[in-house]
């Protein structure tokens, strides 16, 4: 009987790991708000580079934040297509958002933000205006 009940458990937890990747990666994507178009303008427009994979849940979590056409204006680097790259800048945890070159000894210190961050707080980080919609 006990081992029933712990092959039901295991085979809850997979439904509820496979409806969850769906709901991940099959939500269908967003439109931009005016606001995310903006704030994503000014982010790219101080150097702002997130750094995610596609199979990061937190990533699709920010690119559905900013929508379709505001995410697009961001740049992005693909961690597991561009190892060398994210590897070379200490990139470990997805979502990194950097502002700034960090390979540069200009003296100007890039602004780094490891995680999930939301259009709110990455606004408030880079000083670019963000109003909620």
Same mark, same amino acid.
């Given at each position: 009987?006990?081992?029933?009940?712990? &092959?039901?458990? +295991?085979?809850?937890?997979?439904?509820?790991?496979?409806?969850?990747?769906?709901?991940?990666?099959? /939500?269908?994507?967003?439109? #931009?708000? @005016?606001?995310?178009?903006?704030?994503?303008?000014?982010?790219?427009?101080?150097? =702002?580079?997130?750094? !995610?994979? =596609? $199979?990061?849940?937190?990533?699709?979590?920010?690119?559905?934040?900013? +929508?379709?056409?505001?995410? =697009?204006?961001?740049?992005?680097?693909? %961690? @597991?297509?561009?190892? =060398?790259?994210?590897? #070379?800048?200490?990139?470990?945890?997805?979502? /990194? $958002?950097?502002? !700034? *070159?960090?390979?540069? *000894? #200009? +003296?100007?210190?890039?602004?780094?933000?490891? !995680?999930?961050? +939301? &259009?709110?707080?990455?606004?408030?980080?880079?000083? %670019?205006?963000?109003? /909620?919609?």
């Amino acid at each position: 009987m006990r081992a029933y009940s712990l &092959l039901l458990i +295991g085979i809850l937890l997979v439904v509820i790991a496979i409806l969850g990747a769906i709901y991940v990666f099959f /939500t269908p994507p967003t439109h #931009s708000t @005016p606001e995310a178009q903006t704030l994503a303008a000014c982010l790219a427009g101080k150097g =702002a580079v997130m750094y !995610g994979a =596609a $199979w990061c849940p937190h990533c699709q979590n920010e690119k559905h934040a900013f +929508g379709v056409e505001a995410f =697009a204006l961001i740049p992005y680097v693909e %961690c @597991p297509v561009e190892r =060398a790259r994210c590897v #070379s800048i200490g990139i470990h945890l997805f979502p /990194t $958002w950097i502002f !700034g *070159n960090p390979s540069t *000894n #200009s +003296g100007q210190v890039a602004i780094r933000l490891e !995680g999930e961050q +939301g &259009l709110a707080k990455l606004a408030a980080q880079s000083g %670019c205006p963000y109003l /909620t919609p």
